[in-house]
């Protein structure tokens, strides 16, 4: 098996490069996987359905909990013997929730609303990257869905993250290159609250 994973730190993978791919697999008898974990990041920032992102792939997982916000949640996608089978080898690890539906219904919510604000993550991580930016001392790295890496200098980190803290702003701060995630529960105000923090951690 081929295991691809698409965004891949924040970055959709090109458009051809899932087609040549499944072309290599054929030619060598591989099944090609889909870790589609930020699958619906990688579709609006592309602009194209998450149909054709997926059509190469001859199984897909996504997860729902992420960018979407579904309080927990991925599903697997893949032809009926491969479910068949997926659900079997579930049963025989100890997975299974007799109490699935209010889980399955926030996860349906998500899809049917939280897909195409995903723009708006998308809008704030390169508003937060801009900000960052202009702050002496960060690397940051152009994002281009929801994630924001950015390099701090060693000495600043722990007051970074007494700063970030004292802010309320939840990082985990462990070392120089941080990975900045925009979400559901990010607004405009915690951008602004967000670079205000770095710059007072850095002055």
Known sequence: MLCLENTWHGRPLPLAYAPDARALCDEHGLALHLDGA?????????????ATLVAPFHSVSVCLSKGLGAPVGSVLLGSAELIARGKRLKKLLGGGWRQ???????????????VERLADDHRRARELAAGLSAIPGLTVETPRTNLVFVTVPEAALPRLRATLHEHGLLASV??????????????????????????????
């Open 100 to 114: 699935a539906g209010m889980l399955a219904a926030a996860a349906l919510h998500a899809l049917d609303h939280h």
């Open 38 to 50: 930020r699958l619906f990041n990688a579709a609006v920032a592309q602009g194209v359905p998450v």
């Open 174 to 203: 462990g070392g120089p290159r941080l990975r900045l995630a925009t979400h559901l529960n990010i607004d405009d105000a915690a951008i602004a609250r967000g670079i205000a923090a770095f710059a007072e951690a850095l002055r």
